[in-house]
């Protein structure tokens, strides 16, 4: 056994001496795929600590889509439960969708009004989230939205309206594909535009109030039932990247994706560079990621900094816009100024500004979420 | 020391790690299987049966199929292992099974999704010996998928038990049963598995469970209904923050694992009895 | 799944004694073996070898069938001051080891009771093991997230080692008690007439015998506890990192670079430590040989 003591001894070793460094360290957990991770590392920490010397950001992520939400919310909710003095997350990055119960379980501070930035931000989802009210508990990292991904090189004419998508479905079986509900937001939300082409007032799904009768009514399951035919002519695809993945290996030519990551995708060179979006009409939705600031988290203070110097315009136009590919979360009057007209265009290259005016929508208030899901698990489930 | 007390001394310690570290944190989970907006009682469980009594019988299904590929892969491995008669076969063999014991479960998924795909790195291969046509390839990223990716990264785990096991047996009988001309399947299937199935059936229940709780496999590979009931037990969590049904789903799925665990279990104490007396 | 096993069914049993007199030709014999074994190589090595070229791909894409450009930028960001990586491997390898010590002191013991002592409840307690390979993980880790910030293990060695341990156990326990299960009597029964206490019966005797055993279950548990991620996300992180944290994140987002080179990186102590405890194997069971 002896080796195997001393191999024990070194390792110890080394570890007490790589994490022996007497500085402040701002905790910051992140949802979302690798990119998030990667902008935290590669841009936004070494900024933050240049100009905060002898601090140091720590990113952790917590996974790709509502998963990685969900286990931010279960670390705080813990702590919370067990009476931790301080917390260990400073500021977290989470999607919409969980924002509004992290408010509603008083796991936030409510923090805007003590950054320069507060003001920034003026769009709906930075003062409610999917109908919760989160007005000052967030502001937004950056704004991403749902298109249709295709190869141009296989579809000449991309359809522009979900009716002519179900025409091209049809005419080419099995070459669009979707990940359904259970693989990530990108097929959610391909879903949640299905209904709002088809169902019933899409106004109210996005805007509430929440309605049980509207989830019984005709128009709904006409939808859904329409929905379960369409679905036999496409391809399932395993998860968000799964789309991306099954497009870059020419096995479709067609699917929803999340427009911040096929970007990144691109910039990287790991998608085919010929690859395009179309914004499909009536519309698809879209959802800002928020910094958040937990409610007692160790580092308050660092921490309102830290989401000052994030949303700052400066930052906006640099790190989400030029480098990242991603749509500003402040508004864009502010990020426009610090940028160059070559780099701004890059952003509407496919998606035009007026396309996501009109066709950006958001996702439906969280009863009708639900209920969509919900629906749509029902329809699979007895077939 | 009191013989009847030193048994339960000795499991002691460990048998109070795991209740504390696991079973009083799990008993919220459980409870909370019973508890819904309406209250206590049955409904999380009525729902997970409306919702997703195809997943389950999927699960059970493919799992199933998983464990008994993985036993019958892991006996023709340790078998050729004790009776292969070139050295050489069974010093690639024994070199060569082993690999994919060490790819995490994840990124077994991972890279399956990229090899089995309609123009993944199979297909390729076979299109390009000209074994199959372009046109014939098909994607494998269904229940097949996830079959082979469990089979691929489990088969190595039981048969590094079975082969143990097989290894150590007192090889005076094979030998006498070599000279009696008995053929080497014979001699496996009647000689060498029966004296080693304690290891074969620890090894394919322990599979059976892991594979049961996997989460990332299912996610990466299946796009398609009906899923596995981690995969399900996800997206209630994620997407609806609905614990309860979670909960009913895990409490299923632990019911089931606990049903072939203790028809192993059983077994286990028939020969135990059986060798003491 | 070997060309041999499957080949021989009709082995009549009229011709002699011996398998390779009976057989056509070596020739043939030779390109099946060939054969069998070229397939379970690319079975084996086929995924394996995809994982390698994503490593160094930087372009791969339809219709190209292999990657288009090749190289190691994605290696430079793994191993970035900031990447972690080297931190993350030695905390993961730390972790690793002392599961493996943890699992094995306490499974040796309650696996020695389980096999050859009397018990009551002895299955439940058994079952009680497996709880926690049994019961999908996800809903749990909430809750003992929760229970390590109230006594203070969160963000500890000690805490992610723990929950490590309570997951590997019942690979350790099981193991064990089945390898405890099938020493032969006998020989413990022979040291104790020639006038052995029992403690030095069980260290010279059962120990060794029931090793093999043991220290194949020491390799699932360092597996275990080397691939595990939820738990070590909840108790761990963000003061302990391993190497799934940084895998987790970029496999699930389909990064495969970054995955497959973190994967990789798994690779080479869960490798290591396999031949560590081979090398251990051998020389008991050599010293067997020679008592």
Known sequence: ?383 | MNQRALGPILVAPALAMVVLFFVYPLAYSLISAFWSPEGWGWANFIKAYELYRNDIVFTVLIIALSTALVGVFSIAIGGYLVLGENPRSVAILKWLYRWPLFIPFVVAGQVMRTFLAKNGMLNNTLVGLELIEPVSAVSLLDWRGIVITFVWKQTPFVALLVAGAMASLDRSMIEAARNLGASRLRILLEIIVPQVRASLTVGLTLSFVTMMSVLSVPLMINAQTPTTITANMAFRINSYGDYGVANALGVISILLTSGVAWLYLRQASKDKSRAIA | MSSSVLNTPALPSSTATHLTTWLPSRALRLLLRGLALGLLAFAVFGPLLNMLLWTVAESWFFPNKLPSAYGFAYWGRVFSPRGNAVESLVNSVSIAVGVVVLSLSLAIPAGYALARLKLPMRSLVLLMFLVPQAFPNLPVYMNIARLFYDVGLNGTYLGVVLVHTVHGLVYAIWIATAAFAAVDHALEEAARISGAGPLRTFSDITLPLAMPGLMASAVFVFLESLDEFTATFFVGAPEVNTLPLLLYTASAGGNYQIASITALILLVPSIGFMLVVERLLRADVLAKVGQ
């Open chain 1, 1 to 383: 056994m002896k080796p195997a003591q001393i191999l024990l001894a070194g390792v110890f070793a080394a570890a007490l001496a790589s994490t022996a460094q007497a500085q402040t360290t701002l905790n910051v957990a992140t949802a979302g795929d690798q990119n998030m991770v990667d902008y935290i590392n590669d841009y936004l920490g070494p900024l933050f600590e240049k100009q905060n010397p002898g601090t140091k950001v720590r990113a952790l992520g917590t996974g790709p889509g509502d998963a990685g939400s969900q286990k931010i919310f279960e670390r705080l909710d813990a702590q919370a439960k067990s009476n931790a003095p301080a917390w260990d997350v400073d500021v977290a990055v989470v999607h919409e969708k969980i924002t509004g119960k992290l408010v509603t379980d008083k796991l936030l501070a409510n923090y805007r009004s003590g950054i320069q930035t507060a003001n920034l931000a003026t769009r709906d989802s930075s003062k409610a989230a999917l109908g919760t009210p989160v007005d000052g508990y967030v502001m937004p990292m950056f704004h991403s939205q749902t298109a249709i991904a295709y190869n141009p090189d296989i579809v000449k004419n991309p359809p522009s309206t979900y009716d002519e998508l179900v025409d091209w479905a049809k005419k080419n079986p099995k070459q669009f594909g979707y990940n359904g509900i259970k693989g990530g937001m990108s097929g959610v939300s391909f879903v949640m535009g299905w209904m709002y082409a088809y169902g019933p007032d899409a106004k109210k799904l996005q805007n509430g109030p929440f309605d049980a009768e509207l989830t019984k009514s005709k128009a709904w399951n006409y939808a859904m039932a329409n929905l379960k035919e369409f679905n036999k002519n496409v391809t399932f695809t395993p998860g968000n990247a799964g789309t991306l993945d099954m497009l870059n290996r020419g096995e479709i030519a067609m699917g929803p994706v999340w427009v911040d990551m096929f970007y990144s995708w691109k910039a990287e060179g790991r998608l085919n560079p010929s690859m395009k979006l179309k914004l499909v009409g009536p519309g698809m939705p879209g959802q800002p990621m928020y910094y958040v600031v937990p409610a007692k988290a160790a580092q308050s203070d660092l921490a309102k900094k830290f989401v000052a110097l994030a949303t700052s315009p400066e930052v906006q136009a640099e790190g989400i816009v030029k480098r990242f590919s991603w749509y500003p979360g402040i508004d864009a009057k502010h990020v426009q100024a610090k940028l160059d007209g070559a780099t701004w265009q890059k952003l509407f290259t496919d998606v035009t500004p007026d396309d996501l005016a009109t066709k950006g929508k958001s996702f439906p208030v969280g009863p009708y979420f639900d209920a969509i899901l919900e629906s749509y698990e029902r329809q699979t489930a007895t077939n």
